[in-house]
């Protein structure tokens, strides 16, 4: 049985998920793009993967190796997500948003629900998109802030719940 790739799509639309904006470069020569396909890998070693599209502008400077950040967005920064899913160039869309270094230098959103700022390890090509592997060198935990995620093709916004620790 094969599954055509619209059906899937439709249904992968379904799969709620929290929406990012993956760093990599420096502040001085920032690239970012808008994810929502990230996940964790292990905790031993801390390790996440990132799903790029194989047509992204961004690409290039990704596989050049080095420094990556995911930068957890909060439900209000929706415009910050659109910045980084669109047309803008890259220093246009690091206009949106404050933005810093930590461990490996990549650009960090100060108002960042969490960021895990992270050495990529590897990438696999898989079918349209490369699947970036990090180890995690540092996080920084932000505020108490609702959560962004994307389901069903739309934004929808994540009330916090649980305790500051």
């Not at 055509?4 to 690239?31: E, F, K």
């Not at 990549?106 to 079918?127: M, Q």
């Amino acid at each position: 049985m094969t599954v055509d790739s619209q059906t899937y799509r439709d249904a992968m639309a379904r799969l709620g998920a929290a929406v990012n904006v993956v760093t990599t470069g420096t502040r001085d020569d920032p690239v970012g793009f808008t994810a929502s396909a990230v996940c964790s890998v292990t905790d031993a070693p801390p390790t996440l993967l990132v799903c790029m599209n194989r047509d992204s502008r961004a690409r290039p400077a990704f596989h050049a190796g080095g420094p990556m950040c995911i930068n957890v967005l909060s439900a209000g920064q929706r415009d910050i997500s659109g910045a980084f899913a669109g047309k803008l160039d890259m220093y246009e869309r690091f206009t949106f948003g404050h933005w810093t270094t930590m461990t490996t230098g990549a650009p960090v959103l100060e108002e960042a629900v969490t960021s895990f700022d992270c050495r990529i390890d590897r990438i696999v090509e898989v079918g349209t998109h490369s699947v970036i592997f990090g180890l995690v060198d540092s996080i920084r935990i932000g505020g108490a802030l609702g959560g962004l995620v994307y389901f069903n093709r739309a934004y929808h916004a994540l009330p916090h719940g649980g305790q500051d620790t």
